[in-house]
């Protein structure tokens, strides 16, 4: 029997095209209609990226480099926002977050419930933007957490 073939390798590194949001953050992008999940990649952006998992649907790839980046790509106002993975989203506008959440639960329904054209309503903006959601998660460790500058390249 022979092997499936795939557009893209497993450790491999492409120069992709970030089409938009899915649901859980990740950019997607498409080689040969493959679809390429890209964590922390933002619509309109040109990255670098290494495939590390490989499904017969889609792919999932980490973020090397943004060669070019989004119009709606933004400064973090987090200085751990690179690394610590708590805040999915910071580096995009919050007007964007709103749309590509509205974006994201209507398409979430469509394939889910095989409703159409769902009359799903504008996302309601929190005040403030910071500071105001409760959700944590903790890391335990018998060693000390390293900052980025103390891990190297």
């Not at 450790?11 to 493959?34: C, D, M, S, T």
């Not at 910071?90 to 749309?99: A, D, G, I, T």
């Amino acid at each position: 029997m022979s092997e499936k073939k795939y557009p893209v390798k497993r450790g491999g590194e492409y120069a992709l095209e970030i089409e938009k949001l899915a649901f859980g953050g990740a950019g997607v992008a498409r080689v040969e209609n493959y679809v390429i999940f890209v964590k922390g990649a933002l619509p309109g952006d040109r990255v670098k990226a290494r495939i590390f998992k490989r499904k017969p649907s889609f792919a999932e790839a980490r973020l090397l480099e943004v060669l070019t980046p989004s119009p709606q790509r933004e400064t973090a106002p987090c200085p751990y926002f690179e690394w610590c993975g708590g805040c999915t989203w910071q580096n995009l506008s919050y007007e964007n977050q709103l749309k590509y959440k509205r974006e994201i639960t209507a398409e979430s329904l469509q394939h889910l419930t095989k409703i159409q054209d769902a009359d799903v309503l504008p996302v309601m903006p929190a005040e403030p933007n910071f500071g105001y959601r409760n959700k944590m998660e903790f890391s335990f460790s018998d060693r000390r957490w390293l900052l980025p500058e103390e891990l190297g390249k």
